[in-house]
Nanobody, 121 residues
């Protein structure tokens, strides 16, 4: 089994900054990608940012220039630094991990439990 544990988040005023982090552990041979999705009330879960094992990143247009994703491969940890936060960034942020459990097997996806980010106006 693979455990995905998030930390960080909270409440901040518009224009402020927050960071969230996520660590994966357990039956992991390699990690293909780690990232963050978010889901606001009544809306679908959408990609925020993702980073591959090779360091390639992809961001939602709405967060480009404000959010930065980074990864520590040695610690199987991904970080999301969120600056210039807006009320519309308010959501539950979910960590996403795509792993391989052995060299030749298929990939598996895991999600964290979610952490609340609230931006007040």
């Amino acid at each position: 089994q693979v455990q995905v544990v998030e930390s960080g988040g909270g409440l901040v005023q518009a224009g402020g900054s927050l960071s969230v982090s996520c660590a994966a552990s357990g039956s992991i041979f390699s990690i293909n990608a780690m990232g963050w999705y978010r889901q606001a009330p009544g809306k679908q879960r959408d990609l925020v940012a993702i980073v591959t094992s090779g360091g390639n990143t992809n961001y939602a247009d709405s967060v480009k220039g404000r959010f930065t994703i980074s990864r520590d491969n040695a610690k199987n940890t991904v970080y999301l630094q969120m600056n210039s936060l807006k009320p519309e960034d308010t959501a539950v942020y979910y960590c996403y991990v795509n792993v391989k459990k052995d060299r030749v097997g298929r990939s598996y996806q895991y999600w964290g439990q979610g952490t609340q980010v609230t931006v007040s106006s």
